[in-house]
């Protein structure tokens, strides 16, 4: 998968809420991008999608888990933060 930098990326940012799971962040999922002269691509891994047929979403960082429906506010995961910052996409405020 490439993303051109003159794209709008789109990220969505969801909770990873597991047991067992002392991680609290919110984590990024790349949703898709818009080209400049183009429509919304949209890419494989929805954060909806996830959690309405209980699929698996993979965040920026690597992490893969089912989205939850009752995202709470937790930071932003700094792995995922650092990724998207390091690919210039503006990171969304969890
Ligand atoms: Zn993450």
Known sequence: MSVQLETDVVVESTTRLDDG???????LVLEGYT??????VALE??????????????????KVWVPGRDPKKYPICPTCKEIAESLGWSVPDA
Request: aromatic share 6%; proline share 6%.
């Open 45 to 62: 891994n929805s954060v909806v999608e996830g959690m309405i047929n209980a699929t698996p979403v993979r965040a920026l960082c690597g």
């Open 35 to 40: 080209p400049k002269n183009g429509e919304f």
């Open 21 to 27: 799971d002392h991680e609290r962040f919110t984590h």
